[in-house]
């Protein structure tokens, strides 16, 4: 069977100038998908099930990093990149292969040997690598099941987070939709300035908070799309200017 690839990259030149030299130098690797951005490279991922992945570290919507998660244990990554840095060494080592823009040549066709060789043998898990060296920043998406499908979600678009037994449950999407992710997990991860947490089961979208309201007896609940949820004491004093 043909091997198969998506390639992932936000700059048009750059990803027409892969495929035409994938094309020459591997005639029989199938180019199933093109993305522009990170969403985009993880739906590809989801949906068509290729061998190869090259994915561009820096992207809109999901970095590579991040979509090396979904890619870890299913397909071959070969990054790209503009940065001669730390992270080469790591892409040495094995794990994973690297191209360095503006795109050679030489480097592309020993890539190319390399993946040939790997893909006689299952996909690297880059979960660790991935995580150690992703590029600083908030959570930008969400991967949510709804139903027997996936979705992946902005996290902008979201109105809040609220646990519910083994899951956390999405607020203010529209559909219903849970991830794994723990309370715990998403307030580190979420950006502060939008997010706060308001209990040990919930964390609300600030931007998204319809009223909030206080009893004599000190308790503080706020509505987030419709839904009431509750602040406990340890969170109280976020909301004494509101």
């Known amino acids: 069977m ?31 998908a093109e993305a522009e951005d990170g969403l985009a490279a ?16 820096r992207m809109p919507g999901a970095s590579g990093m991040e979509v ?5 244990g299913l397909c071959h990554v070969v990054f790209l990149t503009a940065y001669d840095d730390y992270a080469i060494q790591a892409f040495d080592a094995g794990a994973v292969d690297y191209l360095l823009k503006p795109l050679d040549l030489a480097r592309l066709a020993t890539a190319v040997t390399r993946l040939q060789q790997r ?10 690598l991935a995580q150690r060296l992703q590029e600083p920043g908030w959570l930008r998406w969400i991967h949510a099941a709804c139903g027997l499908q996936m979705r992946i ?12 037994a083994k899951y956390t449950r999405l607020l203010g999407i ?18 502060p300035e939008r997010f706060c947490q308001i209990s ?43």
């Open 119 to 128: 893909l006689l043998q299952a996909p690297a898990d880059l979960s660790l």
């Open 200 to 242: 040990r089961g919930a964390v609300v979208n600030l931007g998204r908070v319809e009223k909030l309201t206080r009893d004599g007896s000190g308790g503080m609940r706020l509505w987030v799309e419709g839904t009431e949820l509750v602040v406990t004491q340890p969170y109280q004093h976020l909301f004494k200017q509101m």
């Open 42 to 57: 993880v739906i590809a991922l989801n949906q068509l099930r290729p061998d190869i992945a090259f994915l561009d570290i």
């Open 174 to 191: 529209g559909f219903d939709a849970h991830i794994r992710k723990t309370i715990k997990e998403l307030a580190a991860s979420l950006e």
């Open 2 to 32: 043909k091997a198969r690839a998506i390639i992932a990259e936000d700059e048009p030149l750059l990803r027409a100038r892969l495929r035409e030299a994938l094309a020459a130098l591997w005639p029989d690797l199938e180019i199933v």
């Open 68 to 72: 090396a998660r979904s890619a870890s």
């Open 153 to 164: 979600i902005p996290v902008e678009e979201i109105a809040g987070f609220v646990a519910e």
